[in-house]
């Protein structure tokens, strides 16, 4: 078995990617991060007496925390032959993604899973928070009106980034990046116009992704609601719900779904494994106050020193007290005791919205 970079059989591994993932449908437009001009993603390979058998793509992002950056990179587009199965090669694929991530910094490596069990029994954590809403008809009347509602142009792009940006976690982008991401295929995006200016946006749909979710928005609740109108609109022509993704960190959208009575369920944002120690254990610096001492133990452990005693955390308990869960903070009080400190930065409440995803 041997292992490949992307320059040496880019198109071999989209092939696969597309006949695995999307019977044989194309998918290069829409994951412009990875297949567009100017990509800075990468795709792995692992070949086998010379075929390519299993491919997998990733890309180093930064995760922005309020006024902290988690330097992290996104697995995904997992794709094995299927008289290949069952080798280790897709297991192998991936480590294989960890490992460049982690040479090029990243402290974590996160992947949407839908066989999240295969996943966790490869080390895989479930990390984080993300809350999705349901409007159907039981509560779409309880929406506002959807006034200065319209689809989105090419020249709302700025102003579309602006109103993202203003989001305290996030993927770090830039506008460029912004932009090229809104061309998506199967993108539904609708922007809300008072006075000539836009003051708030929301996206449907990603490619064959995300059908009937709204995946990404941006604005003032009193701007974001209106789009979600028009959104569910089109959607009640085709089906009896929308779906609408919501941030742990957006507590005015949580509160208002929760009044109007939104079927609501509080799930994992990604699965997610230990990249760049180093990287990680200086996130756990700038989170832990002064009097404790972030030190690396071994391969996958961080040791915490504090005021009153010292705390080693493995590379599960690690994920479990910087990202926990849907807000489990157990292991971050497991530590405050056994330092004799509060640690009132941690855990943290990261989010990648769906345009970011691979």
Not at 45 to 68: F, K, M, N, P, Q
Not at 112 to 131: F, H, I, K
Not at 141 to 154: I, T, Y
Not at 302 to 316: A, C, F, K, W
Request: aromatic share 6%; charged share 20%.
């Amino acid at each position: 078995m041997m292992t490949t970079p992307m320059t040496s059989q880019p198109e071999a591994a989209l092939q696969l990617m597309e006949a695995v993932l999307r019977d044989g449908r194309p998918m290069a437009a829409e994951y412009a991060q990875i297949f567009g001009p100017g990509a800075t993603g990468h795709v792995e390979t692992i070949e086998e007496d010379g075929e390519l058998v299993s491919t997998c793509a990733w890309i180093r992002r930064d995760l922005l925390v309020g006024g902290l950056q988690l330097p992290v990179a996104f697995v995904g587009s997992v794709a094995t032959q299927v008289s290949h199965r069952g080798r280790g090669h897709g297991t192998a694929v991936v480590e294989r993604a960890i490992a460049r991530a982690a040479e090029d910094g990243a402290a974590l490596a996160l992947l949407w899973a839908d066989e999240s069990e295969w996943y966790q029994s490869r080390g895989w954590v479930p990390m984080g928070t993300e809350n999705v809403f349901v409007i159907n008809s039981n509560n779409a009347f309880l929406l506002p009106d959807a006034v200065g509602v319209r689809p989105m142009e090419a020249r709302d792009v700025p102003a579309v980034h602006g109103l993202y940006c203003t989001h305290e976690s996030r993927v770090d982008r830039s506008e460029a990046e912004t932009g090229a991401l809104l061309t998506t295929p199967g993108l539904r995006a609708l922007v809300r116009e008072v006075e000539g200016e836009v003051t708030g946006y929301a996206c449907v749909g990603r490619g064959e992704d995300l059908a009937h979710c709204v995946h990404e928005w941006g604005g003032t609740a009193d701007d974001v609601l209106p789009v979600i109108t028009s959104h569910w609109t089109a959607t009640s022509e085709e089906t009896d719900r929308l779906f609408v993704m919501v941030p742990e960190s957006e507590a005015n959208f949580t509160a208002y779904f929760t009044f109007i009575r939104s079927l609501g369920a509080k799930g994992i944002l990604s699965m997610a494994r230990i990249g760049d120690l180093g990287a990680l254990a200086r996130v756990f610096d700038q989170l832990t106050p002064e009097g404790v001492t972030v030190e690396i133990v071994g391969d996958r452990s961080l040791s915490l020193d504090g005021p009153s005693g010292q705390i080693t955390l493995t590379d599960h308990e690690i994920l479990l007290a910087l990202c926990p869960p849907r807000g489990d903070k157990r292991v971050t009080e497991v530590a405050e005791s056994e330092i004799g400190v509060d640690l009132p930065l941690l855990p943290i409440e990261p989010y990648a919205w769906g345009l970011d995803s691979i």
